[in-house]
């Protein structure tokens, strides 16, 4: 299926996990995609296994507005138009807020949500004429909270609210905005954690498909969002989930 055929795609977070797989489902649905991350060796070893005449790197830090602004004028310029911003990049510390550094708080803002917002305001002049769309990856961490986990969540649950006000605003215009919640994937931020097999067995006792996603499960959603069967889907924020926010907490019987 090519779907995103003469299609230009940014995917930020390229370099592994969910913005990897991401990168490469756009890639094999026929898009010209432009690879962002931190990470210069990382999001060219993605690259170099996708068609090159229509693949590009950018190296970016999102928490930078300068870097974001140049990431998205580089698209535009490599291949003269933007259809699909994907918001992926995304970086995680833990500690309630007595626990958290102020460093840490602000360096979780910065990535999670200053980035979602710069890559936004940036790519939305483009995506006007191209009656593109966005979607972002927020997290069930942004639909409700986790112990512990307060600046992720807060983060997280800031882009649910950004994805809605995004949709709302800029429906006139023909821009589409949405995101993915996923649960727990196992991906390079929680590879600790997939060590961890009494975690692992909690979380699974949770989730009613009795397993944690893979990345390319998170990419297929996106995809989706992204498409034209989604032409009708506006400031949705989709648990990919297994079925965990389906339960109301309660233990089974």
């Not at 090159?52 to 140049?70: C, G, L, N, W, Y």
């Not at 990419?219 to 079925?243: E, H, Q, R």
Request: aromatic share 6%; with cysteine.
């Amino acid at each position: 299926m090519q779907r995103f055929e003469n299609k230009v795609v940014i995917v930020t977070g390229a370099g592994s996990g969910i913005g990897e797989a991401t990168a490469r489902r756009f890639s094999a649905e026929g898009a010209q995609v432009v690879l962002a991350g931190r990470t210069p060796e990382k999001i060219e070893k993605v690259a170099h296994d996708l068609p090159q005449e229509r693949t590009r790197t950018k190296p970016t830090d999102v928490s930078v507005h300068e870097q974001v602004k140049a990431l998205i004028d580089f698209a535009v310029a490599e291949f003269g138009q933007l259809d699909v911003l994907v918001n992926d990049a995304g970086i995680f510390s833990g500690g309630s807020v007595t626990e958290v550094s102020i460093e840490d708080w602000q360096r979780v803002q910065a990535t999670n949500v200053n980035g979602a917002f710069y890559g936004a305001r940036e790519a939305i002049p483009h995506l006007e004429k191209s009656r593109g769309c966005i979607v972002n990856v927020a997290s069930v961490s942004g639909l409700g909270g986790d112990w512990g986990m307060s600046a992720y969540d807060t983060s997280k649950g800031a882009i649910v609210n950004l994805t809605r006000v995004l949709a709302m605003d800029f429906a006139s215009k023909g821009i589409r905005v949405n995101s993915v919640c996923p649960t727990f994937t196992f991906t390079n931020m929680t590879a600790d954690m997939a060590q961890d097999q009494e975690l692992l067995k909690k979380f699974y006792e949770r989730i009613p498909l009795g397993r944690g996603a893979q990345p390319a499960e998170i990419a297929a959603v996106i995809a989706f969002l992204a498409s034209d069967d989604a032409s009708f889907v506006t400031g949705v924020n989709m648990p990919v989930d297994g079925g965990l926010t389906a339960s109301n907490g309660q233990p089974a019987s």
